[in-house]
Every structure is written in C-alpha cells, then in structure tokens.
C-alpha cells in the first residue's frame, strides 16, 4: 500500500464479501476481521489479491520478533541515492548547455537522456507501478500525476531531440532560450522523482516506528509452564495448560495463566498488570494473573483462563482493535488529491484538446498540456507532510519526545482531555516511608530497629525502610526469618522483633490499641502500613507510599493553561486518588480502575463528545493509550507502552507532557499551512500553464519552488522553542 486511500480501497473491497466486517491499518498494514470462519482466510487473501495487492494470514503463534513484512526502506533508499546522483550532474548539464550553445558538444543531448533514464523508468518504478494498478481498477491517486508528469516531460524530451527544431526555445521574460532548449524538461522528471521519493521514505520510517502491539504482548506471557500431576513436575509449553490444570511457579518465573493460589506463598509482581510499585502478597485462595512473576516464594496455582482467555491476551486483543480504529480517519492530503488528480488530469487533456481545436500547433498544444501536468504534480502536496514531520520530529527529540507518525499530530490538534495514569507516570513508581510513628518510645528507636531486620531482606518495602535510616551503622540482627506474606522477624539487641502487616501482629496476638488512630488515618489516606513490635508489644510503625514527581503539579496546570481538563486515572483506593488529585489539581479523579476497565473509562469519556489523550507507563496502560486519541509513554514505561503510544517521552520531568502536545500542534499547524499553500499554487498556477502562460521549463521552475517554499516553512520548526512560547516551567 502506498497511502491511506489503498487500505480503504482494500477495505471496501473486504466489506463486498458476505458476511465480513473488515478493518483496514495502513501504519501497521493489517486487517481485523470479523466473519464466518470456514473459508474466510482463503476469501479474504483472494479478495485483496484481486484489488492489486497481497495479503498473508498473521500467526499469533510464531516467534514475535519475525516479520513477514518486506524491508521497505532499503529499496527507497537505492531510488534516492540513484536520483540524487543523476539529479545534479544532470541539472547542470541540460540548464547550462541548453541556454548556452557555445558549450555544447555532439551527443550532449543523449548524454543527458542516458543519465535520466535510469532514475524515470527504475527510480520512479513505485508511482509507474501504483498508476497501472490503479488505471487498471479505475482510480486515480497522487502517483498518477507523479507518474504521468515524470513519463510526459521525458518522453516529449526525447521526442523533441529526435524531431530536432530550428525554432527558438521558450520565452523566458526577457528573451527566448536557443534552439533545444527542450531537453531541460530531463531534469525537472528527475528532480520530482527524488523529491517525491524522499518524502515516501521520510512516511516509510514513521509507518515501521509504529511497531507492534501484539507481538511485544506476547512476549510477556509465559512460553513454558511447569505443570504438577501426581506431585510430579514437568515443565511443558504453555500451550499444553489446560483449564483446571495445576503449575508450580517458583520465585522469579512468569505465572503462566490466571488462576487461583492452591499452596505456598509469595510477593507477587503486578506493576506490569496493575500499575502498582507494592508487590502484592498471595497465599492459598488468592487470585494471580498471568504475566505477572513471583518473588519470593514457590507457588501452586489452578489455571482459570488460558491462552487467548487471560486478561492479557484479552489486553491485546483490545490494543490492536484500537489501532485499527484509528486507521479509519483519512488524512486531509488523501481527500485533497481525490479530487485534484482526475481534475487536473482533465484540465491537461482539456488543455491539449483546446489548442488543436482552436488551430494552435501541436508543438504550443503538447507544451501547454505537458506544462498543466508538471505545474499539477503535486511534489508540494507530497513534501508538506513529511517533511514537516521530519523536522518537528527532530526538534522533538532535541526536547526529548518521541513523535511516531501523522496520526500524532491530527490528534493533538483535536484534544480537549489529557488522562493521566499515576503509578509510574505522576509518581516516581518507588515506594517510599512518608510518615513515622511510635508509641512509648521515639521514632528515631523504632526505625533503628525495624531497619536493623529489614536490612536483610529483598523485599521493596524492607529497601524502603532502610533508605529511611540512611548511612549511619545498624545494629547486628540475629535468627532473622522472612514471614512470607506478613513480614519479617528477627532479634536485635536481645529483643524479639516483628516488622510486617496487621495480620502478622493479629497472628502473633500483638495489641494495636495504642495505635487506632495513626493506623485508621493511614488506611483512609490509601497508604501502606509497615507495623513494628518488640518482645510482643507494639512500639511503632511506617506509612509508605508512592510519592509524586516534583515536576507533576507544574505539568497539569500547564496542560490547564493549553485549555486541557484533566483526569487522573488509577487502581488504587479512592482515598489515596484523591489526596494525589488534590495534591496537583486534575479536574477529575477516577480511582479503583482494572487494567480492563482503562479502556472502557477512556470510551466512556470519548462517548461524551471528548476528544482524549492518555498518558501512561505500564503494560495495563497499552490497551488505553491505543484506544485515546492520542496516547503518550513515559520513557521509564514499559516497552510494550511505548508501542502501544503515539507519543513516547524521554525527558524525565513531566513538563515534556505539555511540551509534546503544543509541539505537536504547531508541526500540525505547519503542515495545514503547507497544504493550504500547495492547494492554491497549483489552483493558481495550472490555469496559466493551460493558456500557454507557463511553458514547461517556468512550469517546472515554478514547482521546485513550491517545494522549496513548504520546506523551508517547515524548517521553520527546527527554532522552535516552548520556552520563548512561554510554554515551559522547569
């Protein structure tokens, strides 16, 4: 497919047959069909084959990392470096020798059809190649004029040299050019032909960028499991799981299927599921997810879900039905050139036609229709948007965003609400001790002490509470013992100390009375609660939590000044959600989501007339950030967020949030801008051409300078800078 206008073709096509609901992607050059199973895939590839493409049928089992997708850029890269190489030797050879006989040698002419041949017939071979297809289909498309144009002014070259002529060239404004001034036109067929391939290659690398959302999804699950029957284990491929079926999951390993814990207990892993930074504790009769991994302890789960079952098949089942969606919108070149290419076609055979008709000769006649048809190439429509992507693309880089193709910047210039995941996106994802309490004792005591038991162990709330007391030296800790699921206990200085949850303390039958308020505030407050006894008596404990970017507030208000609403979007307790919304001023708070859930919260938004960006870091994120409008990865996300994103931020303070979107609205900005400006040169330009105004060397002129007009306004963007736009805080 070359452009937007080939998948819906193809689409069309698809939705022909009984029974099919297709939807066409041409960024990631898939189909999502729905239909009767029984014959569908051989129906569908037919069907596409018969439209003048090719399609194969995906293998969700093969090896995610393979493609069956050719490399499209290293063909692109030979036609450019091939017309580049004859472009210039060539520009020079025909403009100098044909406006300056005296220079000229024998054959000079031939010399220069040698050198373009090779660029009009293989150079070009892609617009030559999309224009049959399409003749043959009865469409036109943007290639057709390129093809036409590029064929026309060659083939008039080589016909004019063969005939020869004894009249003076063309009228330049202040005199004629000699005779055979009509070669020059070689040039103008190579110089659209690299100019124009340039911009496909520049459209190429963005489509490739978007990557795949299946397949990085895939690549979490589980590929083994370790299968109990009979007692016995033996690791087998997950295929082989069966619903009912019991696994062993030692620490480290992927849980291999949702179920529910039969034996044993451990930390669990969920920050790629959940968002959550905490491990959860599981033991008999808990629930697990697959693709999450344990920690800490060895586990026995009954498979539930399997396969295409789990939560995170049904994830990317949802992500790539989100990206298909998007692929629905056409992009305003396509529904510009669907009108222009058969009109401007009409007007250069009209052109033809009228001067034959009205008596001029067929010389005036074939140059003024040739002119209409390079005045009409639309090498300025074609560069408008890549080489404005191209540009802002690198200026988004040099402020650290990631822009992955057009589809980014049409939505950015349409959103009104920006909703933001909290685990890991407003907050560092690390958790931390925020509060320290004691009871009959100083906290400096109780820290002491907890950190002494913690310092051996693993766990990230351990870590956190010794980060706590810092450098200074610990005392010894002696028969220390890691209570899976509640804590941990050893002694120090001769006391017999607990450091873990409540139901550790309401296990070990130790009081917390003395604690009913800290204890009460910090479960209101959606906190994790760390409890601290000695010798059977509660002498302390510690809140800890996820604490927020520095740079969080500063980001939502300035997303608020862009006219932004904002919603903070989160698994955890409402409590916890409010306290963080108030903390940086969202407009919205909504708390308790499952990763399933996002998707729905984000239609349910987008149902009520908003237009929705999603800004979000995890895996439970990737479904979301593909259904928004325009979905934006922070760089400490995981890998399958940022495929599953539009946008991907690498700086690290969340100011690049609202950098990113203005960015992205003024490159939309500058590519509307150089659309209006192409549009109304060639409306401008093609009726001069078709009364003989233009003939075809000012025509060919008059392009290049179109093109060099939209891609200097889009070189405009390599200063822009949010700061002098008053756009960003530090």
């Given at each position: 497919?070359?452009?937007?206008?080939?998948?819906?073709?193809?689409?069309?096509?698809?939705?022909?047959?009984?029974?099919?609901?297709?939807?066409v992607?041409?960024a990631t050059?898939?189909?999502?069909?729905?239909?009767?199973?029984?014959?569908?895939?051989?129906r569908?590839?037919q069907?596409?084959?018969?439209?003048?493409?090719?399609?194969?049928?995906?293998?969700?089992?093969?090896?995610?990392?393979d493609?069956?997708?050719?490399?499209?850029?290293?063909?692109?890269?030979?036609?450019?470096?091939?017309g580049?190489v004859?472009?210039?030797?060539?520009?020079?050879?025909?403009?100098?020798?044909a406006?300056?006989?005296?220079l000229r040698?024998?054959g000079?002419?031939?010399?220069?059809?040698?050198?373009?041949?090779?660029?009009?017939?293989?150079?070009?071979w892609?617009f030559?190649?999309a224009t049959?297809?399409?003749?043959?289909?009865?469409?036109f498309?943007?290639?057709t004029?390129?093809?036409?144009?590029?064929?026309?002014a060659?083939?008039?070259?080589?016909?004019?040299?063969?005939?020869?002529?004894?009249?003076?060239?063309?009228?330049?404004?202040?005199?004629?050019?000699?005779?055979g001034?009509?070669a020059?036109?070689?040039e103008v067929?190579?110089a659209?032909?690299t100019?124009?391939l340039?911009?496909?290659?520049?459209?190429a690398?963005s489509?490739?960028?978007?990557?795949d959302?299946?397949?990085?999804?895939?690549?979490?699950?589980?590929?083994?499991?370790?299968?109990?029957r009979?007692?016995?284990?033996?690791?087998?491929?997950?295929s082989?799981?069966?619903?009912?079926?019991?696994?062993?999951?030692?620490?480290?390993?992927?849980?291999?299927?949702?179920?529910?814990?039969?034996?044993?207990?451990?930390?669990?892993d969920t920050?790629?599921?959940t968002?959550?930074?905490a491990?959860?504790?599981v033991?008999?009769g808990?629930?697990v997810?697959?693709?999450?991994?344990?920690?800490?302890g060895?586990?026995?789960v009954?498979?539930?879900?399997?396969g295409?079952?789990?939560?995170?098949?049904?994830?990317?089942?949802?992500?790539?039905?989100?990206?298909?969606?998007?692929?629905?919108?056409?992009?305003?070149?396509?529904?510009?050139?669907?009108?222009?290419?058969?009109?401007a076609?009409?007007?250069?055979v009209l052109?033809l036609?009228?001067?034959?008709l009205a008596?001029?000769?067929?010389r005036d006649?074939?140059?003024?229709?040739v002119?209409v048809?390079?005045?009409?190439c639309?090498?300025?429509?074609g560069?408008?948007?890549?080489?404005?992507?191209?540009?802002?693309v690198g200026?988004?880089?040099?402020?650290?965003?990631?822009?992955?193709?057009?589809?980014?910047?049409?939505?950015?210039?349409?959103?009104?609400t920006v909703?933001?995941?909290?685990?890991?996106?407003?907050?560092?994802?690390?958790?931390q001790?925020?509060?320290?309490?004691?009871?009959?004792s100083?906290?400096?005591?109780v820290?002491?002490?907890a950190?002494?038991?913690?310092q051996?162990s693993?766990?990230?709330i351990?870590?956190?509470v010794?980060?706590?007391w810092?450098?200074?030296?610990?005392?010894?800790a002696?028969?220390?013992?890691?209570l899976?699921?509640?804590g941990?206990?050893?002694?120090?200085?001769?006391?017999?100390?607990?450091?873990?949850?409540r139901?550790?303390?309401?296990?070990?039958?130790?009081s917390?009375?003395?604690?009913?308020?800290?204890?009460?505030?910090?479960?209101?407050?959606?906190?994790?609660l760390?409890?601290?006894?000695?010798?059977?008596?509660?002498?302390?404990?510690?809140?800890?939590?996820?604490?927020?970017?520095d740079?969080a507030?500063?980001?939502?208000?300035r997303?608020?000044?862009l006219?932004?609403?904002?919603?903070?979007?989160?698994?955890?307790?409402?409590?916890?959600?409010e306290?963080?919304?108030?903390?940086i001023?969202?407009d919205e708070?909504?708390?308790?989501?499952?990763?399933?859930?996002k998707?729905a919260?984000?239609?349910?938004?987008?149902?009520?007339?908003?237009?929705v960006a999603?800004?979000?870091?995890?895996?439970n994120?990737?479904?979301a950030l593909?259904?928004?409008?325009?979905?934006?990865?922070?760089?400490?996300g995981?890998?399958?967020?940022m495929?599953?994103?539009?946008?991907?931020?690498?700086?690290p303070?969340?100011?690049?949030?609202?950098?990113?979107?203005?960015l992205?609205?003024?490159?939309l900005?500058?590519?509307?801008?150089?659309l209006?400006?192409?549009?109304?040169?060639?409306v401008?330009?093609?009726?001069?051409?078709?009364?003989g105004?233009?003939?075809?060397?000012?025509?060919?002129?008059?392009?290049?300078?179109?093109?060099?007009?939209?891609?200097g306004?889009?070189?405009?963007l390599?200063?822009?800078?949010?700061?002098?736009?008053?756009l960003?805080?530090?």
């Amino acid at each position: 497919m070359t452009c937007s206008a080939c998948a819906n073709r193809i689409e069309r096509k698809l939705n022909k047959l009984e029974g099919v609901s297709a939807v066409v992607n041409y960024a990631t050059e898939r189909a999502v069909l729905s239909g009767p199973a029984d014959g569908l895939d051989e129906r569908v590839v037919q069907a596409v084959r018969a439209a003048g493409y090719d399609a194969t049928v995906v293998d969700r089992d093969a090896d995610p990392d393979d493609t069956s997708h050719p490399d499209r850029l290293a063909p692109l890269r030979r036609r450019i470096a091939l017309g580049a190489v004859t472009t210039v030797p060539l520009g020079s050879l025909t403009i100098i020798l044909a406006l300056v006989p005296e220079l000229r040698f024998p054959g000079w002419e031939w010399l220069a059809v040698a050198l373009a041949t090779p660029t009009v017939l293989w150079g070009a071979w892609p617009f030559h190649r999309a224009t049959l297809r399409n003749l043959r289909h009865g469409s036109f498309s943007m290639d057709t004029l390129v093809s036409l144009g590029v064929v026309s002014a060659y083939l008039w070259s080589v016909l004019a040299i063969v005939l020869g002529s004894d009249e003076p060239g063309y009228w330049l404004g202040y005199g004629v050019t000699p005779e055979g001034a009509d070669a020059i036109y070689l040039e103008v067929a190579t110089a659209v032909t690299t100019f124009l391939l340039t911009g496909r290659y520049v459209e190429a690398r963005s489509r490739r960028a978007a990557g795949d959302v299946l397949g990085a999804l895939n690549q979490l699950a589980a590929t083994t499991v370790r299968v109990v029957r009979d007692g016995v284990e033996s690791v087998e491929p997950v295929s082989a799981l069966a619903r009912g079926d019991e696994f062993a999951v030692r620490p480290g390993e992927t849980i291999a299927a949702d179920g529910v814990v039969t034996a044993g207990a451990s930390g669990v892993d969920t920050s790629m599921m959940t968002g959550e930074p905490a491990p959860a504790e599981v033991a008999a009769g808990d629930r697990v997810l697959g693709g999450t991994i344990a920690l800490s302890g060895r586990l026995v789960v009954r498979a539930e879900r399997v396969g295409a079952g789990t939560q995170l098949a049904q994830m990317a089942t949802m992500a790539e039905q989100a990206q298909a969606r998007k692929a629905r919108v056409q992009t305003l070149v396509d529904r510009v050139v669907a009108v222009f290419v058969p009109v401007a076609l009409g007007i250069a055979v009209l052109t033809l036609a009228g001067w034959l008709l009205a008596g001029g000769g067929v010389r005036d006649a074939f140059n003024a229709a040739v002119s209409v048809l390079i005045i009409a190439c639309p090498c300025a429509m074609g560069l408008a948007t890549p080489t404005a992507l191209m540009v802002g693309v690198g200026r988004a880089g040099q402020l650290g965003i990631v822009i992955k193709g057009p589809a980014a910047l049409e939505s950015s210039g349409a959103i009104d609400t920006v909703v933001l995941d909290k685990t890991g996106t407003l907050t560092t994802g690390e958790m931390q001790v925020v509060g320290v309490h004691a009871c009959g004792s100083d906290t400096e005591e109780v820290l002491r002490i907890a950190a002494a038991v913690e310092q051996h162990s693993e766990h990230p709330i351990g870590r956190a509470v010794v980060h706590r007391w810092g450098a200074e030296p610990l005392p010894g800790a002696d028969d220390f013992t890691a209570l899976g699921g509640l804590g941990a206990r050893a002694r120090v200085g001769g006391r017999d100390v607990l450091v873990g949850n409540r139901a550790l303390m309401e296990r070990e039958q130790v009081s917390l009375s003395p604690a009913d308020d800290w204890v009460a505030a910090a479960a209101e407050a959606g906190r994790t609660l760390v409890l601290v006894a000695a010798d059977g008596r509660l002498v302390g404990g510690f809140e800890l939590a996820d604490t927020l970017k520095d740079s969080a507030a500063g980001a939502v208000a300035r997303l608020k000044g862009l006219g932004l609403r904002t919603v903070l979007l989160t698994g955890d307790a409402p409590a916890a959600a409010e306290q963080v919304g108030a903390a940086i001023g969202v407009d919205e708070v909504v708390a308790g989501v499952l990763p399933t859930e996002k998707v729905a919260h984000v239609e349910r938004l987008q149902s009520g007339g908003r237009r929705v960006a999603m800004v979000g870091d995890g895996i439970n994120d990737a479904a979301a950030l593909a259904t928004a409008g325009l979905g934006l990865a922070v760089v400490s996300g995981t890998d399958i967020a940022m495929k599953s994103a539009d946008m991907i931020l690498v700086r690290p303070s969340l100011g690049v949030v609202p950098d990113a979107i203005a960015l992205a609205r003024r490159t939309l900005g500058t590519i509307r801008g150089n659309l209006v400006w192409a549009f109304a040169y060639n409306v401008a330009a093609i009726p001069l051409a078709a009364f003989g105004l233009l003939n075809p060397l000012i025509a060919g002129l008059a392009m290049s300078l179109s093109s060099l007009f939209v891609v200097g306004n889009s070189l405009r963007l390599r200063g822009y800078d949010p700061a002098r736009a008053g756009l960003r805080t530090r």
